[in-house]
């Protein structure tokens, strides 16, 4: 009875051992706050906004309230900066509110190819004075993976409801969307759209950020055919077709010659042991391994 207890805690060990030796962590991509105004070079007023007033701007909100209950934040979700729909005036509430379409906040491009998990994050604030008006008046949000593709809802506030708080939100993008190297985020707010209805409606946005998950910190941490590279994800081991013609040859072996110490993408296929760049190893294994018509 000892014994198989025994067996059994060893095997607990090992087994904790093993989770630990593979555990990967986070590492954040991106992160806005808006305390330094557009450096990242969100879109705001872009082409596609339809409204009459009420575009995005970025700055510290001026705190509105109607019949009570607060419209416009007084200030961003922990610092005092945020995206809002327009700068509401002090005494008059409802001012710069969305009125007569939609407006849109459009981020930067971002490369997220490599990562299998990219978790979204952001603060929004959403209030509406009337509800059940306007099908038309909305808050959303919206990813998508290239500039050609079309944009796939995650998140959709309608005219039933009001959020007139900071509210945390996130959502894993590659449950929507693939990650590619040129993913975009999209929030954009709504009033009077569907019946024209002017409506007062105030939106805010906050702290955003991409977290990339199953980040690696050594090689044991991803899978057999893979190593960590410097950004922290797991990449797979080339194969040495530099050429892509289906064989390693001579052709290859002396093109790999030529990415000796390099890590960027083109020479990626000489990278066959697990390295960060081309290592005098990563050749020695191309010499034995070519299976080429001139090897």
Do not use: K
Request: net charge negative; glycine share 10%.
């Amino acid at each position: 009875m000892f014994c198989l207890r025994d067996d059994a805690v060893v095997l607990m060990i090992l087994f904790v051992a093993l989770l630990v030796q593979n555990a990967r962590g986070e590492s954040v991509l991106f992160s806005e706050d808006f305390e330094s105004g557009n450096t990242n070079g969100w879109i705001l007023a872009g082409p596609d906004d339809t409204a009459s007033q009420g575009a995005w701007f970025i700055g510290n909100p001026v705190g509105t309230f109607i019949e009570g209950e607060p419209a416009q934040p007084e200030s961003g979700y922990q610092s005092p900066s945020c995206a809002i729909t327009a700068q509401n005036s002090v005494g008059n509430p409802g001012s710069h509110d969305v009125d007569n379409g939609i407006v849109y906040l459009v981020s930067p491009v971002f490369d997220l190819s490599g990562y299998s998990s990219v978790r979204l994050e952001y603060v929004r604030w959403y209030y509406m004075l009337r509800l059940n008006e306007d099908p038309g008046d909305f808050f959303a949000v919206e990813v998508r993976e290239s500039p050609g593709s079309g944009w796939v809802e995650v998140e959709r506030l309608d005219d039933s409801i009001s959020f007139n708080n900071w509210t945390v939100r996130s959502e894993f993008l590659e449950s929507y969307i693939g990650l590619t190297q040129s993913v975009q985020i999209r929030f954009s707010a709504a009033d009077g759209v569907t019946i024209g209805i002017g409506n007062v409606l105030e939106a805010a946005v906050d702290d955003v950020q991409l977290v990339a998950m199953d980040v690696c910190e050594e090689n044991t941490d991803c899978e057999t055919n893979e190593y960590c590279s410097m950004s922290g994800q797991c990449l797979p081991f080339g194969n040495g077709d530099v050429d892509f013609d289906g064989d390693v040859d001579i052709t290859d072996y002396m093109d790999c010659l030529t990415c000796h110490g390099v890590s960027s993408e083109p020479c990626q296929p000489c990278n066959v042991s697990g390295d960060e760049s081309v290592t005098v190893e990563d050749l020695a294994e191309l010499g034995q391994t070519m299976s080429g018509p001139n090897s």
